[in-house]
């Protein structure tokens, strides 16, 4: 990534992190819930990538040990105002706005951004992007994790981050292996049905390649992390 494309990024990143903190602080003029301020813990400051963000909008990591009470610890680094977007309630809460201020939507399937004659394009198709793009050096990420259930929603307020070193799924495709949690909450679920834990980055891997046995990896590397047997 050029210097040029980073700084590009972090400004629209530094804009985002202000907008969103508004809504955590409960001062937007539209939008009451949806993002929230957490502690975010991660093994060192590089794997963040939030150093650029300490002195613009962030306050500076602290080192931290993590005891589990079980004998297990973790030496980590946290972060104390990274903001979580809750997905399901921003984006009900922007639909509701856009709808309130005539806003037409129309649901339609296109195999070409020429179909489309709008300035601006928020663009999220996914494995679709490759066919819209027209560049079939694209390649899809896949992606496994696990949503929780019944969980104390009052413990689940913080995020943690570990990355594991680059390896290979059994049909060859490149894999990378994380350690995540943080308080997702689908919509139309149990108001306890909180939390997801993953996950893994296969690159090129479609549904032809479901890497299923990701699922029971993904179980394995969180129980380890917190010492559970």
Known sequence: MTQKLKSIIYKIGFKAYKFYKVIA???????????????????????SGLEPYVGVVMEPAKDVVLDFGN???????????????????MMTALADYLKKNKVRFIKKKIHSFSQIRDKFIVNCTGIGAKELSSDDKMLSVQGHLIMLKNQKVADLQHMIFVYFKEKATKSGQKLTRSFYIFPKHLPNSGVNDVGVIGATFIKGATSLTPNQEEFDIVLKNAKEFYGLK
């Not at 993002?35 to 400051?45: C, H, I, K, M, W």
């Open 25 to 47: 602080d409960k001062r937007h003029p539209h939008f009451a819930d949806g993002a929230v301020v957490l502690p975010t813990y991660f093994e060192n400051r590089d794997d």
């Open 71 to 89: 004998g297990t610890t973790r030496y980590m680094v946290a972060y104390d105002d990274v903001i979580f977007v809750d997905v399901s309630k």
